[in-house]
């Protein structure tokens, strides 16, 4: 997430950040009566291939560690590279939509990968073409329900929303004007992140996890006291953490810290000898489980009681919000219209005529979608349809909301309050058990993906509005950039599904559809679950929220497995030791950018490289010696490459000059 800088973005009009007079118009770097080249054949294809690449990497690292990386910034800077190596004229148009059609890719993980993955958790049968049209249907949607809400956004509210990530893209591509630098230094670091995370997954040369167990004192610990330190040595995890920075870095890995040197013990010393504590069904002895048994068994339902609470106390934050979409929504809609709005290029959306047809013909083939593919009753699907309809559109303009003050959509929490409330009303309307599941999760991911791409794409049109875009040929394109990103994601998580899964030892962590699974199966199965773990990590979250600490980060942290957090906080010290060796503040700055740099392509190449491993096992190819990569040996060669591969970010971030800023 990035900071609002609040100063001036350099190339930019002087008025870019501030508060329009009454009667001034903002006038953009591209001028509304010229005409930017914006649609060509370059600027699509190159938008449609990033949409590709890193749908496929945003989805990999997001099941992994249960964080989706933000796509536009990289993006932005591929774009740029790519523009000033192929010297175009008037690139800035052209950028702005291969970042525009390229940014579908993580919002359409987002949605996809927080409830899908939870069909396969629970053993249901999950379809190609049910993970693909949920996640198009909802991409198509978030687009439909944020267009008459655009004016009022990125003009109306001129100067008083921050908009944290459209600052930072925006200022990647008016700097990509003078130079390709950054697109070197994103190469450079993608293909080293890239190599070194696809010898650990594809030849298994040091091992993927260190552990305190390799040493006497370790194992000692582990087995007497159910303490032990795990780490991921992976160069993308490090990365993520480089991005989050320090301040949530370390909020998350405290949530891991309480639940690993807290929580694991005490329940380990209180329930030896008991077979079944806490009501969760367990069959065997407390003493005779590892730390990471005791983790999995118990502690994680804490992680899930907390992360459902932080999302009920963000929609309570945002009802305000709601309240105000509703009638700014009818106001859109019926109000009376200002024909000068299609005077000036700048100022053209697709006519509200279109929209309205648009959003009537995606309610039919979703009813279709829904009664043919997922239910075969006509009474439930028009009860999913209209549990989709209404709840995308009162949370649309609380995800643009959310993303235009503090960079961030609460997507997860609003998906889980979604579930909740679709798993009620469908037991209420007679559909139940596994059926009622699929139901609950395919509608799950269709509000899901619309309210991440309804979050997402008022970045693009804010970014647009500050550059001159034409706002009707972003939101055109946008549509094919989801229709795209939709088919990758979904055969994305089927490979990953068949290489990793997501239960078992060695299985991609799907943090948030973990939860979601865990949530609804009893709502809809009348099995027992530990509903008192779940009370405590909801007391947890109320607590951590009356300190004014990030519940939502604290119980992610509880949740996801501690060798995925602990390199969050390696790469957050140092973007923190990066920024702060000089007294210069410019050459911190230009220090932390370039890390930043450096990191987006730690992640990148490596989730790239890690989708492409996986690939290779699907098809049958694996050159792992499980033997050697399982050794103390591998373990310990595993912790001096981390070290090295971080020493590298350090030395490569210090080489930040002031003038590259």
């Known amino acids: 997430m990035s900071e609002h800088h609040g100063g001036q973005i350099k190339g930019l009009p002087e008025n870019a950040y501030s508060e329009l007079k009454p009667g001034e118009e903002y006038k953009p770097l591209m001028p509304a009566d010229s005409t930017p080249q914006e649609i060509t054949p370059y600027s699509v294809i190159m938008g449609l291939l990033m949409a590709v690449l890193f749908s496929a990497a945003a989805a990999y690292l997001g099941l992994k560690i249960g964080q989706v990386f933000e796509a536009a910034i990289p993006i932005a800077i591929i774009a740029v590279g790519v523009s000033t190596l192929m010297k175009k004229n008037g690139s800035l148009g052209q950028n702005v939509i291969i970042q525009s059609i ?30 693909f049209l949920a996640s198009a249907f909802g991409g198509i949607l978030g687009i439909l329900f944020l267009i008459p809400f655009r004016k009022y956004f990125v003009a109306e509210m001129h100067g008083k929303f921050p908009f944290p990530e459209a600052t930072a893209t925006t200022e990647v591509l ?15 670091s993608g293909l080293i992140g890239g190599v070194y995370d696809f010898i650990i997954a594809t030849f298994g040369w040091w091992s993927e996890t260190f552990t305190t167990r390799v040493f006497g004192f370790g194992e000692m610990l582990a087995d007497k006291f159910k303490l032990v330190f795990r780490l991921n040595v992976g160069a993308a995890v490090m990365g993520l953490g480089y991005i989050v920075g320090l301040k949530y870095a370390a909020i998350i890995v405290a949530g891991s810290f309480v639940s690993w040197y807290l929580l694991v013990p005490v329940i380990s010393y209180i329930g030896a000898g008991l077979t079944e504590p806490f009501g969760t069904g367990a069959t065997k002895l407390i003493s005779a489980m590892t730390a990471e048994e005791i983790f999995r068994q118990y502690v994680r339902h804490i992680g899930i009681g907390g992360i459902a609470m932080a999302g009920i106390i963000g929609i309570i934050r945002s009802s305000k919000i709601i309240r105000d979409a509703i009638s700014l929504g009818v106001k859109e809609v019926f109000g009376k219209k200002d024909a000068s709005n299609s005077v000036f290029r700048t100022q053209l959306d697709l006519p509200m005529k279109t929209i309205v047809i648009g959003i009537v013909a995606t309610a039919i083939l979703l009813l279709a979608f829904f009664h043919f593919g997922v239910l075969n009753n006509l009474g439930w699907a028009l009860t999913g349809l209209l549990i989709v309809l209404i709840i995308s559109f009162l949370f649309t303009t609380v995800a643009a909301n959310a993303i235009a003050i503090v960079g961030t959509n609460p997507v997860s929490g609003m998906t889980l309050m979604t579930l909740i409330l679709s798993s009620i009303i469908l037991t209420s309307v007679g559909l139940k058990g596994q059926q009622g599941m699929i139901a609950a999760l395919i509608i799950g991911g269709v509000v899901c993906t619309a309210l991440s791409m309804a979050g997402g794409f008022i970045t693009d049109l804010k970014i647009g509005y500050w550059l001159g875009s034409t706002p009707k040929k972003q939101e055109q394109w946008k549509f094919l950039g989801v229709l795209v990103s939709a088919l990758t994601v979904g055969f994305v998580i089927m490979i990953l599904n068949e290489t990793y899964g997501f239960v078992g030892e060695s299985a991609l962590a799907a943090p948030q559809a973990n ?8 709502l809809m199965d009348q099995q027992p679950a530990p ?5 405590v990590g909801a007391i947890l979250a109320l607590v951590l929220t009356m300190i004014k600490v990030p519940a939502l ?12 957090n ?5 790469g957050g010290l140092i973007a923190h030791y990066v920024s702060t060796r000089s007294k210069d503040e410019k050459l911190n700055n230009a220090r ?19 989708v492409i491993s996986a690939f290779l096992r699907y098809l049958g190819y694996n050159w792992v010696n499980v033997e050697w990569a399982e050794s103390h ?15 590298y970010m350090i030395w490569d971030s210090l080489r930040g000059k002031a003038e590259e800023d």
């Open 102 to 131: 390229g940014q579908n890719s993580g919002l359409i993980v987002a949605g996809a990968i927080f409830t899908i993955p939870a069909l396969y958790i629970l053993n249901l049968e999950a379809h190609f073409f049910q993970i």
């Open 553 to 564: 980060a604290f119980a992610l942290g509880m949740y996801i497995p501690l060798e995925l």
């Open 515 to 522: 939860a979601m699974a865990a949530v609804i199966q009893p």
């Open 531 to 535: 509903w008192t773990l779940y009370i």
């Open 633 to 647: 040996s591998a373990e310990l060669l595993g912790i001096v490459m981390f070290a090295v591969i971080c020493f």
């Open 592 to 610: 932390k950018e370039r890390g930043t740099l450096i990191a987006s392509g730690f992640i990148a190449g490596g989730a790239l490289m890690g």
């Open 566 to 570: 602990t390199p969050l906080l390696v």
């Open 174 to 188: 008016v700097a990509g004007e003078k130079g390709g630098k950054q697109a070197l230094v994103l190469v450079v």
